[in-house]
């Protein structure tokens, strides 16, 4: 996996909030899906971590992004956590994959990266997170690799074009688009590698 990304773990994100603004909004859900490589150098998923989270003191939440995401951020069946806490046990997943992949920092894949890039850098600030796994600003973009790999730079439609199963009613769950973006992202390297862009790496 090292020699695959220089160095690189690709570790797909997806966060789900209250609006647009990483520093002022609330942080609602966070997911996390760690990948790693078979003998055969397919890209694969591995571990998957999911947490919902309450809301930061004085954070801001839409009515427009609760309306879209269908998260109610006072049902107890939640089970949130703090954000703090909440972002400690992903980055403690994150150091442990990239250390056992041999790689010297993650890489944050995401659909639409930058918004979840920004996010995370946003809550790590806010919390003096100081070991943060993530490259402060490189990110691997599902939309712009699904346009490129399937023509379709929405999540749903390029999960489709690739022969994903892709659940609607599922969708704007950070547990589901996490887990439908590492598919899209393993595909598409692996097609990458079929179509034999191995040859450049292996």
């Not at 160095?7 to 994100?13: A, E, R, S």
């Amino acid at each position: 996996m090292k020699n695959r990304f220089r160095g690189f773990l690709p570790v797909v994100v997806d966060v789900e909030t209250g609006g647009f603004q990483a520093r002022k909004d609330a942080i609602l859900e966070i997911a996390a899906v760690t990948l790693r490589m078979d003998a055969e150098g397919m890209l694969q998923t591995d571990e998957h971590r999911f947490h919902s989270i309450i809301p930061f003191a004085g954070s801001n939440i839409e009515a427009s992004a609760l309306e879209f995401t269908g998260i109610d951020p006072n049902d107890p069946a939640r089970k949130a956590i703090p954000e703090e806490e909440a972002f400690r046990d992903v980055f403690k997943l994150v150091r442990k994959a990239v250390k056992t992949q041999g790689c010297s920092r993650a890489i944050l894949v995401g659909h639409n990266a930058h918004f979840d890039h920004g996010f995370i850098y946003a809550a790590s600030e806010r919390h003096n997170l100081k070991r943060n796994p993530f490259h402060p600003f490189s990110v691997f973009d599902t939309a712009t690799l699904g346009g490129l790999a399937y023509g379709q730079t929405v999540l749903r439609r390029a999960c489709e074009e690739a022969g994903i199963e892709f659940t609607c009613a599922k969708a704007h769950s950070a547990s589901y688009d996490a887990a439908k973006t590492a598919e899209l992202f393993c595909r598409i390297v692996n097609r990458w590698c079929d179509l034999g862009g191995w040859k450049f790496w292996k």
